[in-house]
């Protein structure tokens, strides 16, 4: 009987880390299983994303949906280690830093189930985003861990993680990309939005930027200003709407908010950008790969490669339009791009996952027989 590896995803950024993944060790024939938490549970937000990355359909969802923090991690954990006691599989997969990923992990850990992590090592060191507790804690548990670039094999180092199981091999968000390039349509998604040929993309939800009114306000101003300069095309996420409306972004004529767009048709609209405005952290990252040049409203990123490779800046909401303004004027990003991403992370990560398994198998150390007892105590 084949080991089984269990993925778990919460997160529509998970979709696109876990896609090639899935496919690489499809291909090398591992047996495999998909834990869908229901984190992101409308079609927009997650469903829509299996049939755009190919990715099968989940084997569970958990129907965690939102909620508290302590909430929703609790409903992950309590989920997860229900699954992982029922199919005992021999490594369970999370990717990247949402509650899905850390609750799996503590379930999985709790269970003694090895743990992979996809996306290890990143940092922000800003402890009041929740994303920075959700990785720092779910590496230290983490058997395998794979990194996207060169400065989170120093971080994992510095935080005492022991180098044999952490591997450098590129990015899987770039993977996927790479596999749908010839299926962005810019013309075509700039179009059906009544775009003229020069305009922005924007993302903005982190809650610094839109969970005060106060915030909202000065943002909605910088982004006003922007907008004297260039269209901007604008998915909305849900929790931000109600704010950005109360504080009038949609006040400026050349500001056309929109629900929150499937990812071929959204990075459609990014490949065809002059720029793009971001909290986001998986934006940074394709528009570096795609030469858009981002702006990032943040003080701090656990990207920091695109900030040095001079793709991405980050910026207050009071240079914005500044800084927009200077990006226009650059055009496109030309420098190198990121080492390892390359479009092959995905069957690095599997090479490395198959021979664990076989490995562990010969060892006698495959999938255990009985999870330990969970009661009391």
Known sequence: MRPLVAHVLGARPNFMKAAPVVRALGQAGAGQMLIHTGQHYD???SGVFFTDLGLPEPDVNLHVGSGRHGEQTAAVITGVERELMARRPALLVVYGDVNSTLGAALAAAKLQVPIAHVEAGLRSFDN?????INRRLTDQLCELLFVTSPEAVGHLANEGIAPGGVHFTGNTMIDTLVACL???????????????????VATLHRPFNVDHPEAAALLVKAMHQVAD?????M???????????????????RIRMCEPLAYLEFMSLVRGAAAAITDSAGVQEETTFLR???LTLRPVTERPVTVTSGSNRLVRAGELASAVHGALA???????????WDGASAPRIARVITTWLAT???AGAAPRSQPLDVGPG
């Open 229 to 233: 300069e260039a269209d901007v095309i």
């Open 292 to 294: 858009v040049p981002c």
């Open 360 to 362: 562990h198998r010969a």
């Open 235 to 253: 998915p909305v996420h849900p929790r931000g709407r109600v704010v950005f409306e109360a504080a009038g972004l949609a006040g400026h004529r």
């Open 182 to 200: 010839d299926r962005l349509d810019a013309e075509a998604a700039r179009m059906a939005h009544g775009l003229p040929e020069r305009y922005l």
């Open 43 to 45: 079609a927009r937000m």
């Open 128 to 132: 009041t985003m929740p994303e920075e």
């Open 330 to 340: 650059a055009g496109p990003y030309a420098g190198e791009l990121p080492p390892l």
